[in-house]
């Protein structure tokens, strides 16, 4: 709430120096908040200062917030010269402050549409501060106008931020993009594409080595190393997004003994994903990426200790690089939707409470995310955030593991085995 009101304040203080700016939409984040403004120039880090003071005295002032309902057509009106705001209202998108009834809120003549709720007063915003100036495509859509959103942090104490800031300054001093740079690692020429990285020869050793460790942890599990080409006979050439297929392809070459099963496949992928160049960052989410791939085929009595023993190794293999802190999320299917699903209830119930019961023997705190596998298999996704959390620290990992009937592949096999993918 605290945020939500600091992102509501700047919004104000911006429209009072900047007559003139259309402000779109602010929100809080996590230690922070942000706010997207349509104005004619960049800000500049002079303009971040003025806005700064601004923000400090109507703070001062300890303005009381009020919230009003209004009409969509008085609300269309209220904001005849904000075309985002008139969007927002004319979509009626309810978690935004429109619909029927459109909210709003205000303070000493400024106003905005929100749902809220609020602080009382702007004086409850004790400490914040304005960190820097990024580009925003209206609705993430690079074919909108491009915006300028304004990041900041806010905090209910001037001693409460202090913590926080320490750690962005440690975010800061280990930015792996800074990094790549001065250890001369990799960069990000300007005559290719962005978001893909060009690795030197120290970096190209650094990725050798993680490389051939990954690799003989795979060996040493089971795995067979296999090499799939980059296109499909009689398709036009475009950049490789996945490797499945060719997996897939491996295992339905011939008839399969279940003597042969689990059948482990792994490769060092390199696929590209075209990512809007708005949210390309680093090496945290890039064009072009190799991946260690792999597919595990096995029979339905084989998927529970396969997908065990999957999680396992691959928590091992993180914790190897120091990343400690997993996030888990189950991805489950929705009965509102199965018509969308291949493969039967009993198949799902089976393999949904393989990759349950997989989590939880790894002792992992985990969410169950209804529907979010859409038409793909069941999925857990476990994802480890970076000792050094803040914008340009390392990345995060993901390791996906999914369940699917490799009947739906027309597989050849005298039993139906499942995969699993990490």
């Known amino acids: 709430m605290l945020r939500h009101s600091a992102a509501h304040v700047l919004a104000q203080a911006v429209t009072d120096l900047f007559p003139g700016a259309k402000y779109a939409i602010g929100r809080p984040v996590e230690d922070g908040f942000y706010y997207d403004f349509d104005v004619p120039e960049p800000f500049t880090p002079e303009d971040l200062e003025r806005i700064g003071v601004c923000l400090r005295e109507v703070v001062a002032q300890g303005q009381p917030f009020r919230r009003q309902e209004l009409s969509q057509q008085d609300g269309l009106a209220l904001f005849a010269d904000q075309p985002y705001k008139r969007e927002i209202i004319q979509a009626t998108e309810e978690s935004e402050g429109a619909g029927p009834v459109v909210s709003v809120y205000r303070n000493d003549g400024f106003v905005d549409l929100c749902r809220g709720p609020h602080v009382p007063t702007t004086k409850a915003i004790a400490a914040f501060k304005l960190q820097r100036v990024a580009g925003a495509y209206w609705r993430g859509d690079e074919s909108r106008p491009q915006l300028q959103r304004i990041y900041g942090t806010a905090w209910e104490s001037e001693q409460a931020p202090a913590e926080h800031l320490r750690r962005l300054e440690e975010a800061e001093r280990r930015d792996h993009r800074r990094l790549g740079l001065e250890l001369d690692l990799f960069h990000f020429p300007p005559e290719i594409a ?85 949210v390309i960052h680093g090496l945290t989410r890039v064009r072009g990426i190799t991946q260690d ?90 994802t480890s955030a970076t000792p050094s959390a803040g914008a340009g620290s390392c990345p995060p990992c993901r390791w996906t593991s999914s369940s699917r009937s490799a009947s739906s592949w027309s597989t050849p096999a005298p039993t139906t085995p499942g995969t699993g993918r990490s």
């Open 293 to 382: 791939d792999a597919h595990i085929f096995c029979t339905r009595e084989q998927l529970g200790p396969e997908l065990a023993s999957l999680l396992e190794f691959v928590l091992r293999l993180l914790r190897t690089f120091g990343l400690t802190e997993f996030e888990a999320e189950l991805g489950t299917r929705s009965e509102a939707e199965a018509d969308k699903y291949l493969g039967s209830p009993g198949e799902w119930a089976q393999a949904q409470a393989a990759l349950k019961d997989a989590v939880e023997a790894a002792g992992l705190d985990y969410v169950v995310a209804e529907g979010r596998p859409a038409t793909t298999p069941p999925r857990s996704t476990c």
């Open 194 to 278: 962005s978001g893909l990285a060009v690795f030197h020869p120290k970096g190209g050793l650094v990725r050798k080595l993680m490389e051939d460790s990954s690799r003989a942890e795979h060996q040493a599990g089971g795995y067979a190393f296999v090499f799939p080409p980059m296109e499909l006979e009689g398709a036009r050439y475009y950049p490789k997004p996945m490797n499945c297929p060719f997996h897939i392809l491996i295992y339905r070459s011939r008839g399969r003994s279940y003597r042969e099963l689990p059948m482990r496949l792994f490769e060092f992928g390199t696929v590209d994903r075209w990512e809007r160049s708005g």
